[in-house]
């Protein structure tokens, strides 16, 4: 069983940045960050494949922030440039054996870590 904790989250201005991270109890393949605003569905926002070479982002995100991971530290990371207030919500991690735009395809998840972005 891998256990997911995500840091990072907090207040911030529009424009501002944010470096989220995931940081992993064990290894990890797939893994990606999810959000959820209130009163809305859980969304895809970004995944990385095991060896870093493939990434893939959700359009709204795309250009602003970008996914990575180290595995020697069992970590990704999601650094989030140009926040706007439609980027306020919980953002959660999560991995998996295969890379997916689908939440169902993740086995593991973490806890979560609010983002607010103030106008």
């Known amino acids: 069983q891998v256990q997911l904790v995500e840091s990072g989250g907090g207040l911030v201005q529009a424009g501002g940045s944010l470096r989220l991270s995931c940081a992993a109890s064990?290894?990890?393949?797939?893994s990606c960050w999810f959000r959820q605003a209130p009163g809305k569905e859980r969304e895809f926002v970004a995944a990385i494949s095991w060896s870093g070479g493939s990434t893939y982002y959700a359009d709204s995100v795309k250009g602003r922030f970008t996914i990575s991971r180290d595995n020697a530290k069992n970590t990704v990371y999601l650094q989030m440039n140009s926040l706007e207030p439609e980027d306020t919500a919980v953002y959660y991690c999560?991995?998996?054996?295969?890379?997916?735009?689908?939440?169902?395809?993740?086995?593991?998840w973490g806890q979560g870590t609010q983002v607010t972005v103030s106008s």
């Open positions: 064990g290894r990890t393949f797939s």
């Open positions: 999560a991995a998996g054996w295969g890379i997916s735009k689908e939440s169902y395809e993740y086995d593991y």
